[in-house]
Nanobody
Framework: QVQLVESGGGLAQAGGSLRLSCVAS????????IAWFRQIPGKERDLVAA????????AYQNSVKGRFTVSRDNAKNTAYLQMNSPKPEDTAVYYC?????????????????WGQGTQVTVSS
């Protein structure tokens, strides 16, 4: 029903920037809550940022507040994660997700649809 395709990951230097994109190539996410999660091998998948369907509800992991910004363009079926001043500890596989609940949620199980993941590696 919904297929999410991520792009924009890769190598970055500390203090630089990256922008991740998540396009719903199939289905429509204009009424879905969206989120970005990240995962380090051997560890849990943790919330980076979440946004309600309207864009009015937003939550961030404390470690990225002031550095990362989540946004969405419902007309384009696209979500974004702007990563400013990334740090080596931000290195992870980043996943976008969409949930029919429509609100802000930090729980992995609240999201039905997931992107394939994109590696972000930040060097010092």
């Amino acid at each position: 029903q919904v297929q999410l395709v991520e792009s924009g990951g890769g190598l970055a230097q500390a203090g630089g920037s990256l922008r991740l994109s998540c396009v719903a190539s199939e289905g429509n996410i204009s009424r879905a809550g969206i989120a970005w999660f990240r995962q380090i091998p051997g560890k849990e998948r943790d919330l980076v940022a979440a946004m309600s369907w309207s864009g009015k509800g937003i939550a961030y992991q404390n470690s990225v507040k002031g550095r990362f910004t989540v946004s969405r363009d419902n007309a384009k079926n696209t979500a974004y994660l702007q990563m400013n001043s990334p740090k080596p500890e931000d290195t992870a596989v980043y996943y976008c997700a969409a949930g029919s609940g429509g609100g802000v949620d930090a729980a992995v199980l609240s999201y039905e649809y997931w992107g394939q993941g994109t590696q972000v590696t930040v060097s010092s």
